[in-house]
């Protein structure tokens, strides 16, 4: 008999590979079981691999969730910066901008997916706050439905905000019972336990951006002056190579698209696109275009595997755009003759043009 809810595994991390290429990983692994407790352990187990394998890469070993998310701060923790290494130099990237995470959720019939567990970015819903009374619903059903729960119960006292002010004085203390978790929760049924600093992020690293920008394009790494073109009566026309490199990327190991920067690895800022903004935001207006491009050369189809945002380097805006590849299809540029399939060479963007090899690169694409 299938059972009332299940479990759910999704990850969504920028790892290093062994030859320091960029590995973008995204799983949705489904967990059930007639007896639902059995299907949550098995869920948890394979969190747990991904935890070791992530803290491998760091070389370090599990000891606790809270010494876990510590070695792991830099790599997928909220707030914290994430390292993409891309020719062996690092470059660091506030994660909100990609939203890494690992975590457990909690599935009812009606495919609500209520996270239970995790590290890293879920979109503002991984605050401890909502994970407690996440679990104490979860622990509802399992009372609801009489489903054992194998002595897997414990009590927890948590102290939790009436408002999420930083200055906020109204506060509650609860005691509720859920299913454990690897999540240590000693130290939060003190009041105010927010003001503590145990919990801080305590990883930093150096921004370097200009290491990679300085090393030159390479298999990912691409480097665009400007979003539109310059000269002559195209002048508000953008640049079709930028799409194709987009395409490039998706379809090969994903990459770094620098806008802002020329091939011979000067930051030229992007003053000339956002003076066609004609006094509108200007970054609002780059970010219109560069949306409308992709709409129109690539579709939205493939929107969660790019993400971008705004720098500064040398008192000049870029803009960065992470692409991570497409694991299971091909995906076609739009162009004036048809749809184009591209790929990335060593540094430089290539059309596959002869059926054969375009049926070659899809049948790579299944098996991985």
């Known amino acids: 008999m299938k059972a009332a809810f299940h479990y759910l595994v999704k990850a969504k991390v920028i790892r290093q590979t062994e030859n320091n290429e960029l590995d973008f990983v995204e799983i949705n692994k489904v967990f059930e079981n007639e007896n639902p407790i059995i ?15 992530l803290l491998q890469k760091k070389d370090k070993e599990y000891v606790s969730d809270r010494q876990a998310r510590r070695d792991l701060v830099s790599f997928i923790e909220p707030g914290a910066n994430i390292k993409l290494v891309a020719g062996g130099k690092e470059i660091e990237f506030d994660n909100k901008s990609y939203g890494n995470g690992i975590g457990v959720y909690f599935i009812i019939d009606n495919g609500d997916e209520t996270l239970i567990h995790g590290i890293g970015n879920f979109g503002g819903i991984s605050t401890h706050h909502d994970i407690f009374f996440n679990l104490v619903d979860e622990f509802e059903y399992y ?34 019972e859920i299913l454990k978790t690897p999540f240590d929760w000693s130290g939060y049924d003190k009041p105010y336990w927010w003001q503590e600093t145990y919990d801080q992020r305590v990883e930093s690293a150096p921004k370097t951006i200009q290491q990679i ?23 508000n026309k953008i640049k079709e190579d930028i799409p194709k490199t987009i395409c490039a990327f998706l379809n090969s190991n994903g990459g770094l698209l620098f806008i802002g920067v020329d091939d011979n690895k000067s930051i030229i800022g992007l003053d000339f696109d956002f003076n066609l903004s004609n ?8 970010r219109l275009k560069f949306d409308n ?10 929107k969660n595997n790019i993400n971008a945002k705004f720098y500064k380097l040398e008192d000049k805006s870029i803009f960065v755009v992470i692409v991570s590849p497409s694991k299971k299809r091909l995906v076609f540029h739009r162009g004036k003759e048809g749809k184009e399939l591209y790929v990335r060479g060593e540094a430089s963007t290539l059309q596959i043009k002869d059926a054969e090899e375009i049926i070659n690169c899809w049948k790579e694409k299944q098996v991985d």
């Open 279 to 286: 006094g509108k935001n200007s970054e609002d207006y780059f």
């Open 143 to 176: 009372r609801s439905y009489n489903y054992e729960t194998k002595n897997t119960e414990e009590k927890i006292t948590y102290c939790v905000k009436d408002a999420w002010e930083d200055d906020c004085r109204d506060i509650a203390i609860v005691t509720k």
């Open 293 to 302: 491009m992709m709409e129109q050369f690539i579709g939205l189809s493939i």
């Open 39 to 53: 299907a949550r352990t098995e869920a948890f187990s394979f969190y747990q691999s991904w935890i070791d394998v």
């Open 213 to 235: 920008i300085h090393e030159g394009e390479q298999n990912t790494v691409e480097f665009k002056s400007t979003l539109h073109f310059k000269t002559g009566r195209e002048i």
